[in-house]
């Protein structure tokens, strides 16, 4: 059975400062790693969709790597901003035909002004 | 256009009641899925469909729950006598089918079921 482990749980960081967010999972054979963001009472915002023949994808200031070898997958925001506040999840597809992501408890995150 | 729209956004119900809640997908995708969300935590997933037919309903924690797509586009997911236990926020994403689309699903923004 897939597990998705997202570490920290929570972060808070000074506005301007690049950060990364992990997310790791135990099966390899997936389809695609989606990550998106949550706000407070809100449902889930697709950020970005990684292939799993693909290494990276890019949108913005964000940018998400996938190494499928290692089962890691890793969020990297560029330039922070109070806006980015939120709950970050990563979520795997497997390559199973089965269409349901699994996902991780997300990271919080808090970027302070 | 428009995205994943669920209603109630909010319900309360007493142990014991039958609640319905209703998902409409973007218009043309084909793919619909329910999601569990207990506080904290990330979405679990309940149950799938492609069109009408659901093709995995393998998440779905009690045969209290039950959902149907009959004409493959609005989705109802109905839990009968409510415990405290279902108590979450139920999320509702569509997909389009076409592989070089991936899988990308698209959330709307939840009901938050409390039961009493």
């Known amino acids: 059975k897939q597990e998705v482990t997202q570490i920290p749980a929570a972060l808070s960081v000074p506005e301007g400062e690049n950060l990364v967010l992990n997310c790791s999972f135990t099966d390899s054979a997936i389809y695609n790693l989606q990550w998106f963001r949550q706000d407070p009472g809100k449902g889930l915002t697709s950020l970005l969709l990684i292939q799993s023949s693909q290494r990276e994808q890019t949108s913005g200031r964000l940018n998400a790597s996938l190494d499928k070898s290692s089962g890691r997958s890793t969020l990297y925001i560029a330039a922070s901003q109070p806006g980015d506040s939120a709950t970050y999840l990563c979520a795997a597809t497997m390559d199973t035909g089965r269409r349901a992501l699994t996902f991780g408890s997300g990271t919080r995150l808090q970027v302070q002004p | 256009g428009a995205g994943v729209s669920q209603s109630p956004r909010y319900k309360v119900a007493k142990r014991g009641q039958d609640v319905a809640l209703r998902c409409d997908p973007i218009s043309g995708h084909v793919s619909l899925f329910w999601y569990q969300q207990a506080l904290g935590q990330g979405p679990e997933f309940l149950t799938y469909f492609q069109n009408e037919a659901q093709l995995d309903k393998s998440g779905l924690p009690s045969d209290r729950f039950f959902a149907e797509r009959p004409e493959g586009s609005v989705s109802t997911l109905k839990i009968q006598r409510t415990q405290q236990e279902d108590s979450a926020v139920y999320l509702c994403?569509?997909?389009?089918?076409?592989?070089?689309?991936?899988?990308?699903?698209?959330f709307g923004p939840g009901t938050r079921l409390t039961v009493l």
């Open positions: 994403a569509s997909s389009h089918k076409r592989a070089s689309r991936g899988n990308e699903q698209f």
